[in-house]
């Protein structure tokens, strides 16, 4: 009698255990705002229950009968969840993978963006890994709106994307920045080599075959490009892209201008 009770004080000592980080687990995922802090916060809190649950079964091994029971079940418990965190690691993940997509193009929005220049720019001051970042603008896209539609105007977003992200590495990252304009981030790139990428990506732009009404509409853009120097930060190395693209613009756009 004295075995089961003790058994069964540490089987209910566990279980509260167990649901405390069981709790914990769903409150970190609901306040959870990066996927990585989120992960670990998960995996501490699994190690925590198994290592409850083996001590139990260290001490449930001295003792017989109705103990094999309670084993059982809460063997079952942590496998339930496990299954549990699994799936709540999914809809995590899934929830973090749109959160960093932009819906009309399917590549990574701004947000996205702004995770890898970062990275990036922390790369580079620590390794001096260099890396350029090119800023695409579509020219006259408020006059392709005005004279086709938006949903013209959303088709020539979408074909752009699709001629960036193919025309690229996959150590390359292609996102769109905002309305008609698109950055692509090219690590351990030089300017000299950026500049080749750069005007073939322009030239297949340009060649892109897009027709309204049975008629071709030729597009094109424009595009600045800044190799990263020591002290910029996202900011200034964007500022240098941007003039670079107004000058482009300027200069009489579906060109390649150099920060």
């Known amino acids: ?10 089987g209910q000592q566990m279980s509260g255990a167990v649901n405390q980080e069981v709790d914990g687990i769903q409150k970190s995922v609901s306040e959870a705002v990066e996927l990585d802090a989120l992960k670990t916060a998960v995996q501490s809190r699994v190690i925590i229950i198994r ?22 079940s809460l063997t079952k418990k942590l496998q339930q969840t496990e299954q549990q965190v699994d799936g709540l690691k999914q809809q995590v993940a899934e929830a973090h993978k749109q959160a960093m997509t932009d819906n009309l193009s399917g590549l990574p929005n701004r947000l996205a963006y702004e995770h890898y220049i970062n990275d990036e ?17 579509v020219d006259k896209f408020k006059s392709i709106n005005d004279t086709y539609g938006h949903a013209a105007g959303d088709k020539v977003l979408r074909i752009i994307a699709t001629q960036l992200q193919k025309s690229v590495r996959e150590t390359d990252v292609v996102a769109r920045f905002g309305g008609e304009e698109f950055v692509a981030l090219l690590p351990e790139t030089r300017l000299d080599a950026a500049k080749i990428v750069a005007e073939k990506l322009r030239q297949a ?18 595009c600045g490009v800044a190799e990263v120097k020591q002290g910029d930060t996202a900011i200034s ?17 579906n060109r390649i201008e150099v920060a």
């Open 205 to 222: 732009i340009e060649d892109t075959e897009f027709h309204f009404r049975k008629q071709r509409v030729v597009i094109t853009a424009s």
């Open 121 to 137: 720019l922390a790369r580079f001051n620590r390794y001096q890994s260099p890396f350029v970042l090119m800023v695409w603008d």
């Open 51 to 72: 290592n409850h649950v083996d001590r139990f079964l260290e001490n449930e091994e001295s003792r017989h009968g109705e103990s094999h029971k309670i084993i059982e």
């Open 1 to 10: 009698v004295r075995l089961r009770d003790n058994s069964l004080a540490e």
């Open 237 to 253: 190395l964007f500022e240098r892209d941007d003039a670079a693209l107004y000058r482009a613009k300027q200069n009489g756009r």
